[in-house]
């Protein structure tokens, strides 16, 4: 799976509105900000950017 480009340029946090690091790996698909450490999962090539459902990160 992988999120569109376009996408990619344009989505940011929708708590800080910073930018986001896509991971996409077999075991994992991300989108990560460094700035509030918050990861918010992908599920179906689809962004939960619920900053409620959004994991913490250290």
Do not use: F, Q, W
Not at 14 to 35: I, M, R, V
């Amino acid at each position: 799976m992988t999120l569109d480009k376009k996408l990619l340029d344009i989505i940011a946090c929708p708590k800080c509105k910073g930018d986001l690091k896509y991971t996409d790996t077999k075991k994992e698909h991300s989108l990560t900000c460094n700035a509030c450490k918050l990861k918010y999962r992908v599920e179906d090539d689809i962004p939960i950017m619920l900053i409620d459902e959004a994991e913490k990160i250290k």
